[in-house]
């Protein structure tokens, strides 16, 4: 009797697991694998969004041939990848400054804080908004102020409608709204580095380069990798600030690649190329979590 | 420290707050000025900064618009992201509790596909997931918005993280005293959990404030449009209006900034740092 | 008493279905401040005239109406009564939204429709009309009379003596070296990516024998990239250039605010501001012979009765209403369109002979193109306006346009020809 105890006891426990399993489950279930495998069907054929008199048919790789030919896509992707480049190491080197600006105790450091994380908090589009004001052209803060500091030599500049300047535009404001919360990251993994290293490495004369090169930097690599990942996830999902202030302009300029699967998709109405992008995006995204993870992995050994 | 480091060092951390407030004050100024000449006039110089005597002319208009019902839009997110945050704090925690301390088979499995759903962005399963929406006729609505988000790898993973760190000797003396494992995750692990329900609330609640791929494609008229999407809207209205633009931003940027400023130390002390970092 | 009770509800319950009124969903895109005021004074005043229809209103806003039906015909859930850009309505017909007009609404209404009316609503497929315009639209050059007398510039009044490339660009470069102009040309291309560009400069590619698509075969290559149509873009974008043309982020109101800018390339919609800001001043300058001809654009928005309708009678009985001839006039004089009924027309002080906008109406009879009606056209637009952006932002010509071919020659491909189309 006492051997069956434990079997039916797991048995309970199992079926506990289960069911409290069960909500969040179905619901990644039909919310993400669903939509996922949707996604590599539907790439296949020639569906459309909206109803119509024809009925759907299957065309192979007809969509794959289409996105990968087409140099609409290849721009985006260079922009989401140039986008991404600049802001993973930009916004994680300016929040750890931040972070260790502040990391001190003074007086008034939690209202430092406060305000260096408060772009964080406002939402994208009003974000955009707001700087859509600041960048106006001729007439627009950021050049009002270039005129004055530079005696009428620097600017106007149209900043969201030119070529080689609507890109390092959003980057711009994408980083002053991002950089709180990489802050906030490095900051708590700062608070964890204990004090004794610091005072031990003082006595044995190191200078603050030292301490930072030696001590701060090696004791964050966790920190670092949370931060590396996350961030890239945010910028390659670039959309929002460039629909509403570009809506991928000048030529092309500021499209990303969600921007491209959304007007493939919705109004296009081809859902058979949204969801071909879909996939492509979708393992480009799984290829660059991979290649971190296996930087990750060799940095360990 | 010398004097001058201390105050070059002071100066530096108010040039930064500065560059950070910036967009901000421009936006509340130019909110408050009515002569939309002056305001462009005032756009291209230091004028921008300074709301002179503030007069609320803009505000009565958006408050005013019929079309453009501010507090709809706004009752309309806060539902949204209420309800975002609120279930996805119950199935989240629980899921990852039964991940974190039930014993079955298949665990393994179901922790590892949790972790690799994290990187997959909502973003490039959009156009399946409306076709879907859509075939359960849930097109313009508020649970068109909230069901398909309510479970989220992310936050899985970081309620995982943190009951891991509970020691388990809590569980095992609440199950001698006869407790069921829905009763240990009710009454002892989630009072524990603060810390980490804080920070899910927090990503969750701003991610989904941010929202506006999603709501673009599946809100049609007033009902159901969240801020940002009405926002977005009114600032693709030709002419633009300036005043009324910043106003209406200054208003949607409002009820953010007031639940930072009340729970500021939630936000920035180690509260969120402390769960993510790993 | 009991029975006395029964009596009561059924006595209530007729009662109640006689004055309850049908409700009918009514979309209208949300444009112009003064149409937006007409119409739902138009709503009012039906809905208080009669106790048999109430009409719910629904505005929505422009930039993305297009993407609202769609989503909208996605849900099946599209309002009974709905406005759109007239091109579209191949699209909408092909896919099923629509249902035909000619046997709901009044035939005497019918027949006093402007022809361009008749023609912009009638859907090729099947030849029978689907929808019908309270207006038509007119596209043509304003001019600040003074700027252009002051850099001599010859103002033609008519049709017939309109300018010819040459001409045309000679005056822009007149007025470009006048004292007081900022800008020869505002092209309202701080409207942004969108219709207009389609609207306002496809008339340019048929001016001079290019085209969006082939209007027998329907397909673009050939057409929309041929050296016709190249040469027709190379001209927009050669204007833009020398500086010419007011540029997107400057406003709306260089022309009759700031009265800086000679011409205005845009729609009858700009009337009332134009006329304000400009008074006398103000000269209506007909459409320029590019190529061998001149070509101005035609077709505004129109209304459909949808095909999932429950009370299409009910409908057309608004829509009816919105046909009366004065009804028709009070929208005309408030957006400056063109009255889409002829006796209102000859009623209309500013369309008839002699009128100041009476222009609008030569140009609709003799040199009008209606945007191609093929159920492509949601993606031609798109895309040709998307060539236009990247045209006027200095990207190259044939580049941009053989782009654009590619898209609709793959979304035609897409959904098999869009049968009957191009069999």
Not at chain 2, 12 to 23: D, Q, R, S, V
Not at chain 2, 68 to 79: D, E, S
Not at chain 2, 82 to 87: D, K, M, R
Not at chain 3, 37 to 49: A, S
Request: glycine fraction near 8%.
């Amino acid at each position: 009797m006492p051997s069956q105890q434990p079997a039916s006891l797991r048995n309970i426990e199992s079926r506990a697991a289960w069911g409290m399993l069960a909500p969040a489950m179905t619901l990644l279930i039909i919310f993400i694998v669903v939509p996922f495998f949707l996604a590599f069907l539907l790439s296949l054929t020639n569906e459309r969004l909206i109803p119509r008199p024809i009925p759907t048919k299957w065309t192979g790789i007809r969509n794959y041939i289409r996105v990968l030919t087409d140099p609409d896509f290849w721009q985006a992707l260079r922009n989401t990848f140039w986008f991404t480049f600049f802001i993973v190491p930009v916004q994680s080197s300016i929040g750890l400054g931040l972070a260790l600006l502040i990391n001190r105790q003074f007086k008034g450091n939690h209202i430092f804080r406060g305000i260096y994380f408060l772009p964080t908090v406002v939402p994208m589009v009003m974000v955009a908004i707001i700087w859509a004001g600041l960048l106006q052209a001729p007439e627009g803060v950021i050049n009002g102020i270039l005129r004055q500091i530079s005696f009428d030599q620097i600017g106007p500049y149209d900043w969201l409608h030119h070529e080689w300047l609507a890109m390092p535009t959003i980057m711009l404001m994408s980083t002053w709204q991002g950089v709180g919360f990489q802050m906030i990251i490095y900051l708590a993994g700062l608070q964890n580095i204990p004090k004794e290293l610091y005072e031990a490495a003082r006595i044995d004369g190191a200078n603050l380069w030292q301490l930072f090169w030696f001590i701060t930097l090696p004791l964050l690599r966790n920190t670092h990798i949370v931060v590396l990942i996350t961030t890239t996830i945010l910028a390659f999902k670039l959309f929002t600030q460039v629909e509403v202030l570009t809506q991928g302009g000048p030529l092309g300029a500021t499209n990303s690649l969600v921007r491209y699967i959304y007007v493939a998709g919705f109004q296009y109405q081809k859902v058979g190329l949204a969801a071909a992008a879909s996939v492509i995006f979708f393992l480009i995204v799984l290829a660059i979590a991979l290649c971190q993870h296996h930087l990750i992995q060799t940095d360990k050994d | 420290m010398s004097k001058i480091i201390h105050g070059t060092y002071y100066l530096l951390l108010i040039i930064i707050a500065f560059l950070m407030l910036i967009p901000l004050i421009v936006m509340f100024s130019t909110s408050v000025k009515s002569d939309e000449f002056l305001i462009l006039k005032d756009l291209g110089s230091m004028a921008a900064f300074w709301p002179g005597v503030p007069e609320w002319e803009n505000y009565q208009q958006i408050l005013g618009d019929p079309n453009m019902p501010f507090l709809r839009f706004l009752l309309n997110t806060l539902i949204i992201v209420f309800s975002i945050v609120f279930l996805g704090i119950g199935v989240n925690s629980m899921a990852a509790y039964a991940l974190s301390r039930l014993k079955f088979r298949g665990k393994g499995l179901i922790i590892a596909t949790v972790i690799a759903l994290i990187i997959i962005p909502v973003e490039s399963l959009v156009i399946p997931l409306l076709l879907l929406v859509n075939r359960l006729g849930w097109i313009d609505s508020y649970h068109v918005q909230i069901i398909p988000f309510i479970a989220h790898p992310f936050s899985i993973f970081l309620f995982y993280q943190f009951f891991n760190k509970i020691p388990k000797s809590l569980d095992d003396a609440a199950k001698v005293d006869g407790a069921d494992f829905l009763q240990i995750y009710w009454r002892i692990i989630l009072p524990m959990s603060l810390p980490v329900i804080v920070t899910v609330a927090i990503l969750q609640g701003l991610e989904f404030w941010n929202s506006f791929l999603w709501p673009l494609m599946v809100t049609r008229g007033i009902e159901y449009r969240p801020i940002s999407v009405a926002l977005a809207q009114f600032f693709g209205r030709d002419p633009k209006v300036w005043g009324d633009i910043m106003a209406f931003t200054t208003l949607a940027s409002l009820p953010l900034l007031v639940v930072y400023f009340v729970f500021q130390r939630w936000f920035i002390q180690s509260a969120i740092g402390s769960s993510i970092k790993g | 008493m009991y029975k006395k009770l029964i009596f009561f509800l059924i006595w209530i319950s007729l009662v109640h279905s006689i004055h309850a009124a049908q409700t009918i969903q009514v979309w209208f895109h949300s444009g112009k401040g003064e149409e937006r005021k007409v119409l739902n004074e138009q709503v009012k005043r039906f809905n208080q005239m009669q106790q048999e229809i109430h009409v719910n209103l629904i505005l929505l806003p422009e930039g993305s109406y297009n993407d609202q039906v769609n989503a909208a015909a996605l849900a099946k859930d599209l309002p009974d009564l709905l406005d759109f850009d007239g091109p579209y309505i191949a699209n909408y017909v092909w896919s099923g939204f629509l249902r035909p007009l000619d046997k709901l609404v009044n035939k005497e209404i019918i027949e006093d429709l402007l022809p361009s009316i008749i023609n912009q609503g009638t859907y090729p497929g099947d030849g029978r009309l689907y929808s019908i315009g309270t207006f038509d639209s007119g596209l043509a050059l304003w001019g600040n009379k003074q700027l252009l007398k002051k850099g001599g510039v010859r103002i033609p009044t008519s049709t017939k003596d309109a300018w010819n490339l040459k001409e045309f660009e000679e005056a822009l470069a007149k007025l470009a070296s006048t004292p007081g102009v900022k800008w020869p040309l505002d092209l309202k291309l701080n409207y942004g990516r969108g219709e207009w560009f389609t609207y306002g400069f496809s008339p340019i590619l048929q001016s001079m024998g290019g085209d969006l698509i082939d209007r027998k075969r329907w397909v673009p290559s050939g057409t929309l990239n041929s050296k016709a149509s190249i040469e027709a873009m190379g001209l927009l974008q050669k204007w833009v250039k020398q500086g010419w043309v007011v540029n997107a982020a400057s406003g709306d109101n260089k022309f009759y605010g700031d009265k800086s800018v000679g011409l205005s390339w845009v729609g009858h919609w700009m009337w009332q501001a134009h006329k304000k800001g400009l008074g006398d001043d103000l000269v209506l300058i007909p459409m320029p012979r590019f190529g061998s001809k001149a070509v101005t654009g035609m077709g505004s928005w129109n209304w459909g009765i949808t095909k999932k309708s429950k009370h299409p009678k009910l409908a057309a009985k608004f829509l009816e209403f919105l046909l009366q001839p004065e009804e028709v006039l009070r929208m005309a004089n408030a957006n400056g369109a063109v009255p889409a009924r002829l006796t209102s027309i000859d009623q209309s002080s500013l369309y008839q002979k002699g009128g100041p906008l009476h222009l609008f109406i030569e140009q609709l009879k003799t040199i009008a193109v209606p945007r191609p009606f093929h159920p492509a056209y949601p993606i031609l637009t798109s895309v040709y306006a998307e060539a236009v952006d990247h045209i006027l932002a200095g990207g190259n010509v044939e580049i941009e346009l053989n782009k654009a071919v590619r898209k609709i020659v793959e979304d035609i491909e897409d959904n098999d020809g869009y049968p009957p189309f191009g069999k």
